[in-house]
């Protein structure tokens, strides 16, 4: 097959567990550049998370892509926005309304800024951690949001958060996507909005067919994006959910799984 796209998810996939991208790994790809093939960087992330990692790959330079929030917010090459998804307005103050009474944290996004109540769990500071900006704390979401939303994401214990799913999913399931990206991040996303879709809109706007794209992920949220693509390779440390629905599954993201398929695909 000849393949003229590569999707990767970030966390856990592109990088390793010391949150980096190796050597081996970034050689692959960027000798993959270097035969014509183009990269997307896709991520839940808000799209500050997801830039440094486009850049250190060079995509700017080699007409590639980049999402965040699923594939709420879709860029091209040229740094331009080329597909933007909002979550309707009306659905903030009921969501939340099922999340007072917990202890979950509830993050939404402004730019480049993270906002969360004040609520306090094991898994309130990951986002934050990882991306590297803080939490900007306010007493209550629904009542302090007066913007467009692309997604609100749920931090939590994962027990917690897959009894939080199944209401959610009872009450607006035909409304809202809503699932886990880790098991202790649950999002609520516009109807529609997934990977799998961010993929179709870049395969599109470079004029190809999803089959001429080959993607690479490890959580729940990579699966629309797996099932999608001409070819899905689930890492060695993804989910069973995501090695069940995917055509091959490589090495974990330690042992460069990405370059190790790649060997074999291209």
């Not at 592109?14 to 093939?37: C, F, H, R, W, Y």
């Not at 103050?93 to 009474?101: H, I, S, T």
Request: glycine share 8%.
């Amino acid at each position: 097959m000849n393949y003229r796209l590569i999707a990767f998810d970030i966390d856990d996939t592109l990088l390793n567990t010391e949150k980096q991208i190796s050597p081996k790994t970034k050689a692959a790809l960027m000798d993959a550049q270097q035969k014509g093939v183009k990269l997307a960087v896709c991520s839940g992330r808000l799209p500050y998370g997801v830039r440094r990692y486009a850049e250190e790959l060079k995509i700017f330079e080699n007409g590639g892509y980049y999402f965040g929030f699923n594939g709420g917010a879709i860029f091209n090459s040229d740094r331009e926005l080329i597909s933007s998804t909002y979550l309707d307005s009306k659905y903030i103050e009921p969501v939340y309304e099922l999340l007072r009474p917990t202890n979950i944290t509830t993050m939404v996004h402004k730019g480049d800024v993270i906002f969360a109540d004040k609520k306090e769990n094991d898994y309130t500071h990951v986002e934050s951690d990882v991306i590297g900006l803080p939490l900007n704390r306010v007493d209550d979401i629904a009542e302090y949001v007066d913007w467009d939303l692309h997604k609100m994401l749920l931090a939590g214990e994962p027990q917690t958060l897959k009894q939080t799913e199944k209401l959610l999913k009872d009450k607006f399931g035909g409304e809202l996507d809503i699932y886990l990206s880790a098991p202790w991040f649950l999002e609520v996303m516009p109807k529609g909005i997934d990977k799998g879709v961010g993929l179709e809109i870049i395969c599109k706007n470079m004029g190809i067919s999803t089959t001429e794209a080959i993607a690479f992920g490890d959580s729940f949220n990579d699966i629309s994006m797996l099932k999608k693509a001409g070819t899905g390779v689930a890492m060695g440390n993804a989910e069973e959910a995501v090695k069940a629905a995917a055509d091959m599954i490589t090495a974990d993201c330690d042992s460069d799984g990405i370059a190790a398929a790649l060997q074999k695909l291209i």
